[in-house]
């Protein structure tokens, strides 16, 4: 499930999995979020706010490869290491993995060259960016008040989002778009 920051990926990744499960299928939800770097890799001042986010944000490396080692499925479980957002380092857990496990995985820019092939089926979620800022807005109070939080988005997230777009054109190469 791909789309930009306030999409609505994880909500309806939730559902999704949670419909899975209901259906008795046993369902794994990865969220790109969880393979963050720690905040001095991803907050690097050598480099422009928008690219730090953009190629400094997440493991993206690892992350493909624990997606790989699910797909070759050659044990029941897999141990992987994920980001403590509050402690700002990383812990490991243990996440069973039979053959039939379906894995939903949400996050950002996951049509990327560091993704290719990884994934087997990639949905989109094109939501206008007006729309996007008034839910982070609501959301991401933690980075302060609505102009901290707007000023944000458009000094990192955003400009970040409009290379990916342009160099990756994710909606027209998703298998399936959820827009407005």
């Known amino acids: ?3 930009l920051g306030g999409a609505g990926k994880s909500t309806i990744s939730e559902k999704i999995c949670q419909k899975f499960i209901d259906n008795n299928y046993h369902t794994l939800l990865l969220h790109i979020d969880e393979f963050t770097k720690v905040r001095e ?14 190629d400094l944000q997440w493991r993206f490396d690892y992350f493909s ?3 790989k080692e699910i797909k070759n499925n050659k044990k029941d479980y897999i141990d992987i290491e994920l980001y403590d957002k509050d402690k700002d380092t990383y812990f490991h857990r243990r996440f ?21 092939n990884v994934f087997d089926y990639m949905i989109y979620l094109d939501i206008p960016e007006k729309v996007r800022l008034n839910r982070v807005i ?10 901290q939080i707007i ?19 994710p909606k027209n ?3 399936f778009v959820i827009g407005e």
């Not at 069973?96 to 290719?116: A, S």
């Not at 609501?138 to 102009?147: M, V």
């Open 65 to 67: 490869e624990v997606i």
């Open 138 to 147: 609501k959301r991401d109070t933690y980075i302060g008040d609505e102009q």
């Open 151 to 169: 000023d944000k988005y458009q000094n990192r997230y955003f400009p970040a989002e409009h290379r990916y777009i342009e160099e990756y054109q």
């Open 96 to 116: 069973d993995v039979g053959k039939n496990t379906i894995v939903i995985v949400e996050g950002i820019f996951l049509q990327k060259k560091e993704f290719e």
């Open 1 to 3: 499930m791909d789309g």
């Open 41 to 54: 890799v991803r907050y690097d001042s050598a480099y422009p706010e928008w690219q730090c986010y953009y």
């Open 173 to 175: 190469n998703a298998d």
